[in-house]
């Protein structure tokens, strides 16, 4: 069993930058393919970015390519977002997810465990 715990949200202007870091707890993290997905109010949670278990491979949603990084750290059992050049429409709730499937996969029905989410508001 997985447990995450999502932390690193808060309220930016646009422009600015965040680093959303995602503890995960379980003996076989170094092994499964982490996905940060984001829920903005009243729409679909939706794929931001993912990073398979040996950190070499990762993948973005078009519309924060260039501006958001994700990485691990299998030793610390952490994963992160750091995100720049920020924008209006970036406010969202921000989760953090495992996936036991190969790849990185970006429907979200494929992750198995999931975070409590953080918040990141942006303003403008």
């Known amino acids: 069993q997985v447990r995450l715990v999502e932390s690193g949200g808060g309220l930016v202007q646009a422009g600015g930058s965040l680093s959303l870091s995602c503890a995960a707890s379980?003996?076989?993290?170094?092994?499964?393919?982490m996905g940060w997905f984001r829920q903005a109010p009243g729409k679909e949670r939706d794929f931001v970015a993912g990073?398979?278990?040996?950190?070499?491979?990762?993948d973005y949603a078009a519309s924060v390519k260039g501006r958001f990084t994700i990485s691990r750290d299998n030793v610390k059992n952490t994963v992160y977002l750091q995100m720049n050049s920020l924008k209006p429409e970036d406010t969202a709730v921000y989760y953090c997810?495992?996936?036991?499937?190969?790849?990185?996969?970006?429907?979200?029905?494929?992750?198995?465990?999931w975070g409590q989410g953080t918040q990141v508001t942006v303003s403008s």
């Open positions: 997810a495992v996936s036991a499937s190969g790849g990185i996969p970006t429907d979200r029905y494929t992750y198995f465990a």
């Open positions: 379980g003996r076989t993290f170094y092994s499964y393919t």
């Open positions: 990073i398979m278990w040996s950190g070499g491979s990762t």
